[in-house]
């Protein structure tokens, strides 16, 4: 799939595959990176990864009881980002897909790749929480696994998010609603 996504950032001008799909324009949210446009569904690579995103996404929607009897899951597009150091894309969400994901095909080997974002989609979560007895433990063990940082350096206020950080790793799927900014 590498090789594809950088055969079509190296071709723009051409390649079978950039035939047969519809060009995507450059994406509002991606700032300094490339932004492909949507991958070819006939890519034997691509078609290869999507069947095995399609039980994750069957399973997903079965436990949170969606009728797959009378509709099925479709993937409508997929593309692919290039960023590179200081590139990013800005807040945004998937309106109209049920399920998104990313999937990190590379990510850079010094650390340097940044996470994915997940923005609170709560009216006001960011608001100061004041600590509670008990949860001293729960809170190390979110800090250790999603890198939660409190807004502000005072050690009183210890439970205030505004974003949960996930850091990635290659090989790696995150799965998310569409609506979820991220």
């Known amino acids: 799939i590498v090789n594809y996504i950088y055969d079509l950032k190296n071709n723009p001008s051409g390649g079978k595959a950039r035939d047969k799909m519809r060009i995507k324009s450059q994406s509002a949210s991606a700032r300094g990176g490339w932004f492909s446009p949507y991958l070819d569904s006939d890519?034997?690579?691509?078609?290869?990864?999507?069947?095995?995103?399609?039980?994750?996404?069957?399973?997903?929607?079965?436990?949170?009881?969606?009728?797959?009897?009378?509709?099925?899951?479709?993937?409508?597009?997929?593309?692919?980002?290039?960023?590179?150091?200081?590139?990013?894309?800005?807040?945004?969400?998937?309106?109209?897909?049920?399920?998104?994901?990313?999937?990190?095909?590379?990510?850079?080997?010094?650390?340097?790749?940044?996470?994915?974002?997940?923005?609170?989609?709560?009216?006001?979560?960011?608001?100061?929480i004041p600590p509670l007895k008990g949860t001293e433990e729960l809170f190390q063990i979110k800090q250790n696994n999603f890198r939660g940082v409190p807004k502000y350096k005072d050690p009183r206020i210890t439970h205030r998010y505004d974003d949960m950080l996930i850091p990635v790793k290659e090989g790696q799927l995150v799965i998310f609603p569409g609506w979820l900014e991220h």
């Open 43 to 128: 890519n034997k690579d691509i078609q290869d990864l999507t069947k095995k995103i399609y039980p994750i996404f069957t399973v997903i929607a079965e436990q949170v009881g969606w009728n797959l009897d009378d509709y099925y899951l479709e993937c409508g597009n997929m593309w692919s980002i290039v960023n590179h150091k200081y590139s990013y894309n800005t807040l945004h969400n998937h309106n109209g897909s049920q399920l998104s994901c990313a999937y990190y095909l590379q990510v850079p080997k010094d650390g340097e790749g940044g996470d994915f974002v997940i923005k609170d989609p709560r009216v006001k979560a960011d608001n100061q």
